[in-house]
């Protein structure tokens, strides 16, 4: 499973950026897909989450602010109203379960920085 992230870059406070990210499979076929970020020194934490169903979930800093959706090979990431504390480098991840394991899939991260 390969998957590619894009859209990230250099906005001012305010701004919208739309992430994407391009799956090899479809992204139908994980249990569940997400947005994680990232800044020095801290961890990758959750930004949002779609499951297989559809159903989504955000973290209350970005709750009315970003939206994530997909369609069948890629994944995206609606950002408006960007804040300086925004910034970070964001992955995409997905997930799919067989059996008893889950396997877990990283995109190699692309980086948004927000001015104020």
């Known amino acids: 499973v390969q998957l590619v992230e894009s859209g990230g870059g250099l906005v001012q406070a305010g701004d919208s950026l739309r992430l994407s990210c391009a799956a090899s499979?479809?992204?139908?076929?994980?249990?569940?897909m997400g947005w994680y970020r990232q800044t020095p020194g801290k961890q990758r934490d959750s930004v949002a989450v779609i499951s297989s169903g559809g159903r989504t979930n955000y973290v209350d800093s970005v709750k009315g602010r970003f939206t994530i959706s997909r369609d069948k090979n890629t994944m995206y990431l609606q950002m408006n109203s960007l804040k300086p504390e925004d910034t970070a480098v964001y992955f995409c991840?997905?997930?799919?379960?067989?059996?008893?394991?889950?396997?877990?899939?990283w995109g190699q991260g692309t980086q948004v920085t927000v001015s104020s």
């Open positions: 991840h997905a997930a799919r379960a067989r059996g008893p394991r889950v396997y877990d899939y």
């Open positions: 499979e479809s992204t139908f076929s994980f249990n569940a």
